[in-house]
């Protein structure tokens, strides 16, 4: 296994390269002889083979484009990504598909998808979820994938705001996704103006921030309707097998089109000559060229890689990051009493959004989700062991200064401090784990890229996906989109925007 | 050297999957060819009712990807360029099969 990394959570001697299992072979071997097109540049190079480099590819190459995939991690996926460890399968990023509706739904994110991927409903094979919960000391609301469940549950929980609530359901309706200035309005302005109740602000915000939110303390106005839209709107669900199954489909579509992957390619440089880029410089020299590239880099990264960019403001970075516990149980999560599929939990009424204060963790706030509580149907066994997953925030910084041996030892200290603060919430599972991993900071950097391991990207979003260079365009978390069906839409509206028309 | 390495598909080079052109193509053959394409972009559609003469959009459910998709799956498919400003040209089957039938005629000549 190729890893330069110190802080190497997956040295298991039993870890599968996930290339083989997952990633159909390439129909061209690695060593096709040279030959006279060489030179002819690509239409499209991709950074980076997470959901949105992928869907963007499968646009560009089912349109004829030659298009080249690069990606520096040994595997694809980006933050949604998956391996193995002690024969057990675990994903990295995904808790749920959000923006879920049901086949035969003909608006939203994901019917889009569908489509513009030409992808069966069936193919994604999603269970939406059972039910989840908002828990807060002094109240809890619990949500499904219909909106009534939870309006019914604000109306008995905050009766007095039982109007302000329709009103923030019109607005959020009517958000128009791409305009600018209205996506940088403050969320805690514009609900605390509509809702007035800080409890039952802070108990919506909390949720929507732990699913997408790059900034601290406040929410981008955008970002909020999005998400309210992709989790209350539309919902949770998830495939039996995981992230798996959408990064197979993905990656055999785009490469029965034609399309190029190529993995542990990291680009070091885009080369610029006369104000516009001709192409891409990888990590080991070799040069490939293109008359664009569209990189999932991130904003501030794609920036630093272009040549005739000095140094960009390290300000502009995103922070916030977290750890992930995984508790693997001898039988199920409701066997235990344990039902929800997700539990956003907060201690007090305050909610705290931004990175650990003085330690490697704060474990004030999290997510708890098990994977066997979805409704997977018939013709579907649960998953055969139980599994909870708990995120937690953390400190990029402190977690990648920690040595080899500090770093093994925080991360069993924290595990059981982090599994400890989320028993408050939900029925101990503790005598039942029967193995356990996590995963930090500096593991999410390692298969993102992203500065500081900032899971939802830069602050700071760039909508129109644009860079000071006109063949330069951006797209994935720092375009705007987050999550699994965010960021495949990302990628499908920069393809569309920047990589079609102009052909 | 570093050349060598650097892998090539073959398949994509060689990729010249036309399906035709508009030549020799009747306007029920045109109308034909809008359906095809139509049914691949919104397969949960029943075109089999549609009216010709009422926009797509009011039918349909179609947004602006969608609208980009006709034009890119005409390219694809049968080598015909629609400008972007000619885009409204493509509004209910009517207008398309016969915005499309010149440009059948410069694909001949």
Redesign the interface.
């Known amino acids: 296994m190729v890893d330069e990394h110190q802080n190497d959570d997956f040295q298991s001697p039993d870890l599968v390269p996930l290339e083989s299992e997952a990633i159909p072979s390439s129909?061209?071997?690695?060593?096709?002889?040279?030959?006279p097109?060489?030179d002819v540049p690509y239409d499209t190079i991709i950074i980076g083979a997470g959901m949105s480099g992928l869907a963007a590819g499968i646009r560009l190459?089912?349109?004829?484009q030659?298009v080249c995939l690069l990606e520096k991690h040994y595997t694809i996926g980006g933050l949604n990504s998956f391996y193995r460890l002690n024969k057990r399968d675990y994903d990295v990023g995904l808790h749920a598909v959000t923006n879920f509706t049901e086949k035969?739904a003909?608006?939203g994110p994901f019917s889009?998808i569908l489509?513009?991927l030409?992808f069966?409903w069936e193919d994604f094979a999603l269970a939406p979820q059972k039910y989840s919960r908002v828990v807060f000391p002094s109240t809890s609301l619990v949500f499904n994938n219909d909106i009534s469940l939870l309006t019914s549950e604000v109306e008995r929980a905050f009766p007095e705001r039982r109007d302000s609530w329709q009103l923030l359901l019109g607005q959020i309706t009517e958000y128009d996704d791409l305009e600018q200035a209205a996506f940088e309005i403050s969320a805690r302005q514009r609900l605390q103006e509509l809702l007035v109740d800080p409890l039952l602000i802070n108990m919506l915000l909390c949720p929507l921030m732990w699913y997408g939110n790059p900034r601290e303390h406040d929410m981008a106005w955008g970002q909020f309707c999005i998400m309210f839209r992709s989790i209350f709107l539309e919902g949770f669900a998830r495939p039996y097998k995981g992230v798996r199954l959408i990064l197979k489909n993905l990656i055999k579509r785009f490469r029965s089109l034609?399309?190029?992957l190529?993995l542990r390619h990291g680009v070091s440089r885009i080369l610029v000559e006369g104000g516009k880029a001709i192409g891409v410089e990888l990590d080991d020299?070799?040069?490939?060229f293109g008359k664009r590239v569209l990189s999932s880099a991130g904003h501030l990264e794609t920036l630093r890689m272009c040549e005739d960019v000095s140094e960009p403001d390290p300000r502009t970075a995103g922070q916030m990051s977290f750890i992930e516990s995984i508790s693997v149980l001898d039988r199920q999560p409701t066997q235990i009493g344990y039902d929800e599929t997700i539990v956003f939990f907060n201690d007090s009424d305050d909610f705290c959004w931004a990175p650990p204060e003085r330690d490697l963790c704060d474990l004030r706030t999290g997510v708890i989700c098990s994977p066997n509580n979805y409704a997977y149907g018939e013709g579907y066994e649960n998953l055969p062991e139980g599994i909870i997953r708990l995120t937690s925030i953390a400190s990029y910084d402190r977690w990648n200064q920690l040595d080899e041996p500090h770093y093994q030892l925080e991360k069993m200290r924290w595990y059981d401090r982090s599994i400890e603060s989320c028993v408050r919430f939900i029925p101990d599972f503790r005598p039942f784990v029967v193995d356990t991993d996590m995963f930090t900071p500096t593991t999410i950097r390692r298969f993102t890229w992203h500065d500081n391991g900032a899971v939802y990207g830069a602050p700071d979003k760039k909508l129109d996906g644009t860079t000071h260079l006109p063949n330069v365009f951006l797209c994935g978390t720092d375009q705007g989109f987050v999550g699994i069906i965010g960021a495949m839409m990302s990628g499908?509206?920069m393809a569309?925007i920047h990589c079609?028309?102009d052909? | 050297m570093a050349k060598n390495q650097i892998c090539f598909s073959f398949n994509q080079l060689t990729k010249i999957e036309t399906k035709g052109d508009f030549a020799d193509m009747a306007p029920e053959e045109i109308r034909q060819a809008i359906v095809d394409i139509l049914s691949d972009i919104a397969p949960d559609e029943d075109l089999s009712h549609l009216d010709d003469s009422v926009n797509f959009r009011d039918q349909m459910e179609l947004d602006s990807m969608d609208f980009l998709d006709i034009v890119m799956e005409l390219r694809k498919r049968y080598r015909v360029q629609v400008p972007e400003e000619d885009y409204p040209q493509l509004a209910s089957m009517d207008t398309t099969v016969s915005y499309l039938e010149p440009k059948m005629a410069n694909v001949t000549a």
């Open positions: 129909p061209e071997s690695e060593a096709v002889p040279l030959s097109e060489s190459a089912y349109y004829d030659r035969g003909k608006k889009r489509k513009q030409r069966k034609g399309g190029e190529k020299g070799r040069k490939l499908i509206s569309n079609l028309r052909e």
